[in-house]
């Protein structure tokens, strides 16, 4: 299989980012400059747990922290969710900052 390329939206923000199809939204997010909420990365904890509006996402895991309600009505963990489609969710994210400046001899001690 081909991976495709996504756009995944935050609601409500708005906010756009690309997918390659084949990392998790998480990641793209992350690719993107952007932090959502998370914490094992591996779809047990449910940190990342927020709900999708539109689109379709398969997960790289086999059994994520999702009961079979959760799934019908739309929730999904982002950390383990790959989209195959463009997809839009509910979630907030924080920019991430920009490396520090990691010029030669400017506070690295040598
Ligand atoms: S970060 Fe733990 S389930 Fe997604």
Redesign the pocket.
Known sequence: MTARAFTITLLPSKRVFASTGETSI?EAAALAGLRLS????????????CRLRDGDVRYRIEWP?LSAEEKADGWI????AIPLADVKIEADFEEIPPPADTKPGRGRGF
């Not at 047990?44 to 747990?49: E, K, V």
């Open positions: 998480l998370s914490s094992c990365r591996n779809g047990t904890c449910r940190a990342c747990l922290g963990l982002p950390c383990v």
